[in-house]
């Protein structure tokens, strides 16, 4: 079983849909909870970041950590073509420089117009 | 965060031939790291690169396969040596961003070995 698990999709979803995005973890010392966002050809490029349970927003994103059940979602409103890409999550048990981060597999998301 | 650079952008190479990649930081980092990513997959640890002293290989990845130089604050380079059809893949390279715990990715090396 992978540390991080995570639906792979595709998931195709009409413009103005709302995202559910979802990682599943087994390791209960993961404290820190990280979404990346990766279009085609590109480099990951971190979205949101949260630490321990709880939500975050910001803009259309919302973050969700549930760490009793070992479990985190990103939330997109009113998503948009621009919003098409894969989608990583990342965690970590560590506060430190030296933080190893361990990846989900990638959700592909494509919304289309 | 970060700016950070890669060259090449992508190649291709033939068999047997080796590729070193660079990774530029518009900052000073301690620590930065190299990724792999194949096809449809997600991003595995090749190695930690300090400067300094030595690189710190994840499980899987040797030395003589993946010799990763780190000479300043700025710069690391990562050589795939004498390479073969699966080493294709994207080569990542990171940093820890200041202030924030966690990793800024460059845009990646397209790596196509034939």
């Known amino acids: 079983q992978k540390e991080v698990e995570q639906d792979p999709g595709p998931l195709s979803v009409p413009e103005g849909a709302i995202v559910s995005l979802n990682c599943t973890y087994s390791?209960?010392?993961?404290?820190?909870f990280m979404w990346y966002r990766q279009y085609s050809r590109k480099g990951p490029e971190l979205l949101m970041y949260?630490?321990?349970?709880g939500n975050k927003e910001d803009g259309r994103f919302t973050a969700q950590v549930d760490k009793s059940s070992k479990y985190i979602s990103l939330f997109i409103r009113d998503s948009q073509p621009s919003d098409s890409a894969t989608y990583l999550c990342?965690?970590?048990?560590?506060?430190?420089?030296?933080?190893?981060?361990?990846f989900g597999g990638g959700t592909r998301l494509m919304v289309k117009p | 965060s970060a700016v950070i650079s890669q060259k090449p952008s992508r190649d291709i190479c033939q068999r047997g031939t080796s590729l070193t990649i660079q990774c530029q930081v518009d900052?000073?980092?301690?620590?930065m790291f190299w990724y792999r990513q194949q096809p449809g997959q997600s991003l595995t640890l090749i190695a930690t690169?300090?400067?300094?002293?030595?690189?710190?290989?994840e499980s899987g990845f040797v030395i003589d396969k993946f010799p990763i130089s780190r000479p300043n604050l700025t710069f690391s380079t990562l050589t795939v040596s004498n390479m073969s059809p699966e080493d294709s893949s994207i080569y990542l390279c990171?940093?820890?961003?200041?202030?924030?715990?966690?990793?800024?990715f460059g845009p990646g090396t397209r790596l196509t070995v034939l």
């Open positions: 990171s940093v820890v961003g200041g202030g924030v715990y966690t990793q800024y």
């Open positions: 390791n209960s010392a993961f404290q820190y």
């Open positions: 949260t630490y321990s349970s």
């Open positions: 990342a965690m970590s048990a560590y506060n430190n420089a030296g933080n190893m981060l361990t």
């Open positions: 900052s000073q980092v301690t620590m």
């Open positions: 690169a300090n400067q300094g002293s030595e690189a710190t290989y």
